[in-house]
């Protein structure tokens, strides 16, 4: 099946400090997405990428679509203790894949 | 405007026991899925559908689990004589159309927890 790899599985920021995440297939998609799980809920959509090369932004976020449609990478500026949480991408065909996901930790 | 309402948001059952997750769509959606995530790890999908009709039910157990999405009222998740492995959030995610280039929202989940 299409299989998504998610790096890094976690990471441990200063406040302040820039975060990058991606996202990579061995598989084409035609839709990238880019969910925030916080504790106790449901993933909520932060970026959605329709278009290969198509760079998002969304306040501190910003986002890419690979230009081979097999990667994805999601950049946090400026971190705040806020965006602590769990990152998901998916890829989007007829059905949607997940990532495992990047665990975000921000010290203050 | 409503979005996605899982109940209960926790639910304890016994080993044995049948469990009963319910999920209501966002208004006008008519495409709703179901995800399970363990401790520690992503969202596995588990069963899509339409109204009436289950779309891609792939990523179900073929025992013990069914899905239903009727005419009228909630989409149900049902696992039938419980065991510990089933201890997980499952999470339904409702889109307005077909899930290609489309976007899922998701509920708050329901966490399941079998004693």
């Known amino acids: 099946g299409q299989q998504l790899n998610q790096s890094p599985q976690s990471m441990f920021i200063q406040e302040g400090e820039d975060v990058s995440m991606n996202c990579t297939s061995s598989?084409?998609?035609?839709?990238w997405l880019w969910y925030k799980q916080d504790p106790g809920e449901g993933p909520v959509l932060l970026i959605a990428?329709?278009?290969?090369?198509e760079l998002t932004s969304n306040g501190r976020l910003t986002a890419q679509f690979g230009i081979t449609r097999k990667d994805s990478f999601l950049n946090i500026s400026a971190s705040i203790p806020s965006d602590v949480g769990i990152y998901f991408c998916?890829?989007?065909?007829?059905?949607?894949?997940f990532g495992a996901g990047t665990r975000l930790t921000v010290k203050p | 405007n409503a979005g996605v309402m899982q109940n209960p948001r926790h639910l304890v059952r016994r080993r044995g026991q049948e469990a009963r997750l319910r999920c209501s769509p966002m208004?006008?959606?008519?495409?709703v899925y179901w995800y399970r995530q363990l401790p520690e790890e992503g969202l596995k999908f588990m069963v899509y559908?339409?109204?009436?009709?289950?779309?891609?039910e792939s990523g179900m157990p073929k025992e013990r689990f069914s899905a239903e999405f009727p005419k009228e009222g909630p989409s149900i998740l049902r696992i039938q004589q419980v065991v510990r492995g089933d201890s997980a959030a499952y999470f339904c995610?409702?889109?307005?159309?077909?899930?290609?280039?489309?976007?899922?929202?998701f509920g708050a989940g329901t966490r399941l927890s079998v004693l």
């Open positions: 598989s084409i998609f035609n839709t």
């Open positions: 990428l329709y278009k290969a090369g």
């Open positions: 208004k006008g959606h008519s495409h």
């Open positions: 995610a409702s889109s307005p159309l077909e899930a290609a280039g489309n976007i899922q929202y």
């Open positions: 998916a890829g989007n065909n007829n059905d949607m894949r």
């Open positions: 559908l339409q109204k009436e009709n289950i779309i891609d």
